[in-house]
C-alpha cells in the first residue's frame, strides 16, 4: 500500500513559480513510477509529468514541456514537480499518482495510487 500527500499548492501570478512535493509511505517507494496530473473545473484529469523509479526517464506533457521538473528523493520518500513560468491555463487541482511498472503512461487509470490534491491558482 503506497499513501499519498501533496503540499505546496497555492495562488500566484502568472509568470511565478510553484514547487509541488509529494510525500509518500510504504516501504515500496523506491520500486514504483510517479506522476503528477491536474484536474481543472470541468475538464478531465490530465496527464503532466512522470518519473521512473530510479529518476533515469521523465516525461512531460507537451503543454509543460520547458516549464515544468519532476524529480524525486527516494531517501525522503517524495517526489517533486518544480514549475515555472505559470500561466492561468495551468490553474487545477494537482494530483500525484503512484504505479507499478516502468512504462510511459499517460492513462490516470494505469496508476494504482492517488493523493488527494493540490490547488494551485494562477492570476492574470
Known amino acids: 500500500q503506497v499513501q499519498l500527500v501533496e503540499s505546496g499548492g497555492g495562488l500566484v501570478q502568472a509568470g511565478g513559480s510553484l514547487r509541488l512535493s509529494c510525500a509518500t509511505s510504504g516501504r515500496t517507494f523506491s520500486s514504483v513510477a510517479m506522476g503528477w496530473f491536474r484536474q481543472a473545473p470541468g475538464k478531465e484529469r490530465e496527464f503532466v509529468a512522470q518519473?521512473?523509479?530510479?529518476?533515469?526517464?521523465?516525461y512531460y506533457a507537451d503543454s509543460v514541456k520547458g516549464r515544468f521538473t519532476i524529480s524525486r528523493d527516494n531517501a525522503k520518500n517524495t517526489v517533486y514537480l518544480q514549475m515555472n513560468s505559470l500561466k492561468p491555463e495551468d490553474t487545477a487541482v494537482y494530483y500525484c499518482?503512484?504505479?507499478?511498472?516502468?512504462?510511459?503512461?499517460?492513462?490516470?487509470?494505469?496508476?494504482?495510487?492517488w493523493g488527494q490534491g493540490t490547488q494551485v491558482t494562477i492570476s492574470s
Open positions: 518519473i521512473s523509479s530510479s529518476s533515469s526517464s521523465t
Open positions: 499518482a503512484a504505479r507499478w511498472g516502468s512504462s510511459f503512461q499517460t492513462n490516470p487509470k494505469a496508476y494504482a495510487y
